[in-house]
């Protein structure tokens, strides 16, 4: 496997190929193991399932508490259970992004993520969540004390939770570093601001409510009325242009104080102990929590020991508000719209490659979703964007999802890619770059199923699994290449 690196806005590869990415998160949330053992059974045939389906990376999360159990005593046995699916994963052509899991800080506050030992909540006790699972962000005093503690580099027994957390990474840095499977370092999953967050949460409330276009009463009778709920969009009146307004009134500030003063702190010093160690993996930034819905990210590009760090990347994340109901059918392709397109202006600001990192969600039974995954895949083919789809469920690669994920696209580009996408009910893919003749390795063609019509290229076909899918490979050539593939 060709070890990645970014350069400018994209991803490329050891031949110089542009590269791009589409995967799955498979997250092991537990606090511990007996067996020391990760939590899904990702073997030859799931990774054959998974090729087969075009998919070639893996957002593989697991959690503070899962490896530093004890402060300074690593969980290394899991390790290398985890070791072992990157050997696996290298067999099969997958790359891993190693993501370090997070929701509501700890399993102590009721989520996921840091160990007890490093869960400091001084006189807040934990309640668990009612209504929504994230309801610690929003009003629970012990999760956003947790974060606080923890922005704040608390100490614990003489040392700094941050600088525990440091070392936790370039303890698993310096494991993985070498395997041809990594891709990168996700180092922290979705931030949250602490005690802020809450603030952001209150004013974010005052200011719906103050909103004219929000009609609140009709909005709480619907979703307080079963029956209603069920069957009209309750959150209609909620467009992406609302979504932008309100949430930037009520967080913008809150957040860019965070992204500044907090976040870009602790993750060019967790960058810093990695590089430490090793100058492989691309460095991944996520936006904070609350910058998944609109309100716009600030962090500044990632530093090492004071410069700007020649190998990483954005991983934004963006769900709409129904995600995972029963009304996900009625999930807005407006509202996600907006949460993208200012994840564009993060990109714009960075000048960075993107890798979605989580996005999507399930719909229940029926097909009805679909049309809001497919407008998504469409929004980030439009802008050269890889993705890992949240999340992996039993048979997910034999499911409906597939008609919309397992489809056609660029895996490798020898030269600069300019343009792609796949045209669902046309059945047509296209694809334009300008070709590099001197590249050592091919452009190489994900395609989902067998072919109408090849135009514009000189091929091969490479049989991918069993399903009928197929690999096609164009020999390197120069100037403009237009490939147009009908199915």
Known sequence: MERIVTEKRSFVDEYGRERIFYGVNIVDKRKDSEDNKFGFNIDDKLLDEMTSRGLNLIRLGTTWSMIEPEPGSYNDEYLDDM??????????????????HQDLYSPRCYGDGAPDWATITDQYDPKE????????????????RAFDNFWNNREYNGKGLIDYFAAMWQHVAARFADHPALFGFDMLNEPFLGSDGGKLFKKLISTVIGDKRVKCFKLVGDFLNKQRRDEVKYLEQITGDVLKDVTRKAGYEYVRKFDIEKYSPFINKVST???????????????????NTCIPCSTPAIEVNGEREKNFCFTPHGYDFMVDTPQYKYASNDRVRAIFEEHVRTQDRLDAPVLVGEWGGFGGE?????????????????????????????????????????????VAVSGRLVSYGFDQSAQEFNLSYEGDGECAAPTEIYMHKPAKTVEGCEYELESVGENGAAKLVVKPVSGTVNVKITF
């Open 129 to 144: 969540p009612k209504l929504v699972w994230a309801a610690g962000y929003f009003w629970g005093k012990a999760t956003q």
């Open 366 to 410: 029926g097909e009805d979703w679909l049309p809001h995954i497919e407008f998504l895949v469409n929004f980030f083919e439009q802008h050269k964007w890889g993705f890992t789809y949240w999340h992996y469920v039993d048979d997910m690669f034999n499911s409906p999802l597939m008609k919309v994920l397992s489809r056609p696209y660029p």
């Open 273 to 291: 102990a990695i590089r430490e160690v090793t100058d492989k993996g691309i460095l991944v930034m996520e936006n904070c929590y609350w910058s």
């Open 83 to 100: 070791y072992r699916i990157f050997d696996l994963c290298a067999a099969h052509g997958v790359y891993i992004l190693f993501d370090m």
